[in-house]
């Protein structure tokens, strides 16, 4: 009856010495008292040796995992696997005192160190174990265990095992087909040899440099040409990086130098866009202003787009929309605004009557003189009706800085004014004040500027203006542009869609 057992996986509890041993057992000896195992495992770890024996004195505890299913002659019987959900059956082989066979009835979960194939439930039936059954005498007396893992042996750092179960509980299971699918399941994902599992740290780094990304990225081109498909960028190939107000339709090539003067330029700048912006002289300057009067653009109409285009610069450089609110009309801004007796004073005037309309407190300094031009007297006029204010005396300006100083005092013809007491004491009063200076339209000599600017707004076309003129900004003072080439001047407007832009030194 030994070889009833043979195909059997147990588990053989040797002690602390040898430790637990897994496998199929592949013979029994009677005689010599001795029981072989083929593909063991110890302690969860394969054996080198395909098959191990053991003495019954080295035999601590035996446990039958696994019995031969209903299609070979041996069977378990009366397990109660039906009710407990348990597709296999497990059974502790023990002696009576009497020395008859003994029927145990306590299913138990299966636990291999192998893959197991399907199972099939079978019906219950009572297990009937003879004397020459037994081993040897250390096999008795020993209660029955139930198991505790699902499927194969234990496997180390999950926690999940069922391990953490008490020896004696038993996940009940519902049977049927759907049971036998997630069994299936569950031996796809859980039923891998223990050898598949590595015992060393993948190496990402050695894994990386074995592929040659610039040969696969070559090999991807070649066949892209080949086929005369192109399913992506290649990697040499950086994508357009469009603006949101850049077209991404291809369209002709850009070109950038749209301004072409008669003389070479001292001096060039460019927008924000790229596009050059040349300087041009004095005499050129005056030459297309008088053009532009003959044509209609007077001097009224000039004056009146500059004064625009500067009080827009000017309630930009004072906060814009976040200082111009119904909100803070207690913190209303304070401009100064210096003006001499020219041309370059009335378009300061005409600032200062745009600021005051946007509700800007603007303080207009302007030198008493017995004969005043008549564009000054207009402007003056006009000024005098909004809540702005006018002071001829250094004595009546603000002690306190000021938001924005407009400079207004130089021009290119009166160069006497700069020795004039009342210019020499506003310039001191400019340059002890802090607040920053806006000045339109500056000469272009340096040593004219009693005061150094942080912005500058040429009109028109930009002068060659130099350190001291701070940043410039170029308005649109409505020159049109046949009025351009009329001086000789090949002219594309730079400005887009505004009237003030940015100019920035090449």
Known sequence: MATDWLGSIVSI???????????????????????SLTRPFHNGVKCLVPE???????????????IPGPGDSRQCGDLQQTEMGIPGVGCQVGPSQNGTGKVLKKPISSSAPQNIPRRTDVKNQDIIISPQQQCSKSYMDRHVETLTQSKGFRRRHNSWSSSSRHPNQVTPKKSGLKNGQMKNKDDECFGDDIDEILDTDFDFEGNLALFDKAAVFEEIETYERRSGTRSRG????????????????????????????????NKEFCTDSGLVVPSVSYELHKKLLSVAEKHGLTLERRLEMTGVCASQMALSLLGGPNRLNPKNVHQRPTVALLCGPHVKGAQGISCGRHLSNHDVHVILF?????????SITNELNLFSKTQGQQVSSVKDLPDTPVDLVINCLDCHENAFLRDQPWYKAVVDWANQNRAPVLSIDPPINEMEQGIDAKWSLALGLPLPLGERAGRVYLCDI?????????????????FGCKFVIPLHAT
């Open 52 to 66: 191990v024996t053991f003495r019954a004195g080295d035999i601590t505890e035996l446990k039958i995992l696994e």
């Open 234 to 265: 290649t990697p040499n190939e950086k994508p357009a990086r469009y603006r949101h107000d850049e077209n991404i339709l291809e369209s002709e090539p850009i070109v950038y130098r749209r301004i072409v003067v008669p003389q070479n330029a």
């Open 13 to 35: 509890n040797c002690g602390e010495s040898l430790g637990v041993y897994q496998g199929r057992v592949s013979a029994v000896d009677q005689v010599s008292q001795t029981i």
């Open 478 to 494: 409505g020159i049109p542009q046949k009025v351009f080439q009329e001086v000789g001047i090949n002219y594309h407007s730079p």
């Open 366 to 374: 302007l030198p008493n003189f017995v004969k005043m031009l008549e």
